[in-house]
């Protein structure tokens, strides 16, 4: 008997029991990407919002700006996604209060971590990369599972087309294995307009093989100068 997604089968004296699963979350698939730099980081995403083939809307930004050098790209249950970005706003504007200063990107790559970890019991089902600048100016990228682990690297994708994404990045970009000693810089060695493009190649591929993914891209750079955000249009079927 084949095993489907919302039903359990229990071998019950040879007879088989269909027991329904209650399963809270509605996943969106959708794309997210994002490259660090030498002294900017660039993280993207789809506009694309669709369940299943039913496509609810083209035009849906999954980026989210936390802070003045940070922004959030995120995949999975939209209802959790919201919920995230509601409390890591009202807990940046505490810390705001409290040290009369932005948060740092890394620090709010650990609030983030932290904030995951405590639900982790009724987790968000969210798929989280942070992206910005660290102290030194230096882009830095941080990838996240549902519940909290993170690790800081040069490059990222998460949701439905990053299994067709991270195989280009991993030849393009090459990043040097964090068991190395001495530790290397995780950061690309592209000029931010080739990471540009780059992202844009990846998502015009990816577009092609993934129902999930298309409409329009939305890019968001992140250098000194501050924060630039561009579109590029994708396929539409």
Not at 6 to 26: H, K, M
Not at 79 to 105: E, F, P, T, V, W
Not at 215 to 236: F, H, P, T
């Amino acid at each position: 008997m084949a095993l489907r997604r919302d039903w359990v089968y229990e071998n019950n004296g040879g007879s088989a029991l269909n027991l329904p699963i209650s399963f809270p979350f509605q996943f969106i698939d959708t794309t997210c990407v994002a490259i660090a730099g030498s002294d900017y980081c660039v993280i993207a995403a789809d506009t694309r919002l669709s369940v299943g083939y039913s496509i609810y809307t083209r035009d849906y930004s999954k980026i989210c700006k936390l802070a003045e050098k940070c922004v959030m790209a995120t995949s999975g249950f939209q209802g959790d996604m919201k919920a995230l970005q509601k409390n890591l706003a009202a807990r940046h504007l505490i810390y705001q209060h409290q040290h009369n200063k932005q948060i740092s990107c890394p620090a709010m790559a650990q609030l983030l971590s932290n904030t995951l970890y405590y639900k982790r019991f009724f987790p968000y089902y969210t798929f989280n990369i942070l992206g910005g600048l660290d102290n030194d100016g230096k882009g830095c990228v941080f990838t996240y599972d549902a519940v909290g682990s993170y690790e800081r690297v040069g490059y990222s994708a998460q949701g439905s087309g990053a299994g067709l994404i991270i195989p280009v990045l991993d030849n393009q970009l090459k990043s040097p294995s964090p068991l190395l000693l001495p530790a290397k810089d995780a950061v690309t060695p592209l000029s931010e307009v080739e990471a540009v493009d780059l992202v844009k190649d990846v998502f015009a591929s990816a577009t092609e093989r993934d129902i999930y993914t298309g409409d329009k891209v939305e890019i968001v750079v992140i250098n000194a100068s501050g924060i630039r955000r561009e579109l590029m249009e994708l396929r539409k079927d």
